[in-house]
């Protein structure tokens, strides 16, 4: 299969060499700036090619690594040239723009999935499975009824300046907390509410590389969510944290799923009385070490073979989440 990836910053190489290892006959390469698609395919052994000439290119499917303002309309275009698509985090701006997006992929029977990356981590499929037997069979798990979550990530963002800009679609709500609301909705489903407890900019200038810029999006955000039966869940999120920080929590009555995809931070879970094959007691679980990217382009890739929707953080999916941020970014009455 062949594949075009729009974008040619440290996204995209990710996704060239994911989907190099993951079987990918040829991988093209395109920028706004084709000095950096020549160079980034020339470091790969890649094609570099034309943005103009994607549409027409060979390329069954296209994956979009550009800036979140850029997102919805490539898409748009890939979807109307007949090709799959792949895109970066957030699939748009808003929720109407999503469900716009989504139908049309739909209509075309294509295939569109977005880079939630943490939906490839076994860890998190595990607290998953875990969080669903707390809800809806707690006598059978090793938590008992869900209780409480927390959402946790964090890191510099200090590579780029659009990361610290409102109107280039920065800031710590839609660049991290986006993540973890995605988690979320997939471990408990549908919300009953939602607010941000804090929401403000702590470092308004940032140096990117050799330069100094100005920052207005929010730095850190802390959100508080219920579920349709009112159990609590906090997601914590910054644009501060001098190394990576990434975690998911959830507390039930009788025990304790830990998880994180650094490999520094042990995961666990804790039951005081076991169950769905875990002990009474601490039990670890495995050491991060896949390769979440190539985790992510074999499930696309097997998608687009199948013709059928992906089987996590297909456009569908981003709906609800979308539907969500808005809510979270509207002005208070």
Avoid: N
Avoid at 225 to 248: I, K, M, N
Avoid at 298 to 323: I, K, N
């Amino acid at each position: 299969m062949d594949i075009a990836i729009l974008g040619a910053g440290k996204q995209a190489e990710k996704h060239a060499r994911a989907f190099r290892a993951a079987g990918a006959e040829r991988i093209a390469i395109a920028d706004v700036e084709p000095s950096r698609a020549r160079a980034l395919a020339a470091r790969l052994g890649l094609d570099p090619l034309d943005v103009e000439a994607v549409w027409d290119d060979a390329a069954e499917a296209v994956v979009v690594a550009t800036p979140t303002p850029s997102h919805a309309a490539l898409v748009a275009r890939s979807l109307a040239a007949g090709k799959h698509c792949l895109c970066e985090k957030p699939l748009a701006s808003t929720a109407a723009e999503v469900a716009a997006l989504a139908a049309d992929a739909r209509r075309r029977r294509l295939v569109g999935m977005v880079g939630y990356l943490y939906r490839h981590a076994p860890v998190f499929a595990e607290g998953h499975r875990l969080c669903r037997l707390a809800l809806e069979d707690p006598s059978a798990g090793p938590l008992g009824p869900l209780v409480h979550g927390w959402f946790r990530l964090g890191g510099r963002g200090s590579h780029r300046a659009w990361k610290h800009r409102r109107d280039e679609g920065g800031g710590a709500l839609r660049e991290m907390a986006v993540h973890m609301l995605d988690l979320l909705l997939w471990y408990v489903g549908p919300l009953g509410d939602a607010r941000v407890l804090d929401r403000r900019l702590l470092r308004a200038r940032r140096r990117i590389g050799d330069e100094e810029v100005a920052a207005d999006a929010e730095d850190a955000v802390l959100l508080l969510c219920t579920d349709r039966e009112g159990r609590p869940f906090h997601v914590a999120c910054d644009l501060l944290s001098p190394g990576f920080v990434q975690f998911v929590e959830l507390e039930g009555e009788r025990g304790t799923f830990w998880g994180s995809i650094e490999a520094d931070r042990p995961s666990y879970v804790h039951s005081l009385d076991g169950g769905a094959t875990y002990a009474a007691g601490r039990t670890a679980l495995p050491v991060p070490g896949d390769d979440l990217y190539l985790r992510q382009a074999r499930v696309f890739l097997d998608a687009v073979r199948a013709r059928t929707p992906p089987p996590v953080a297909g456009f569908d999916e981003s709906v609800p989440l979308h539907a969500l941020l808005d809510l979270l970014e509207a002005p208070s009455p």
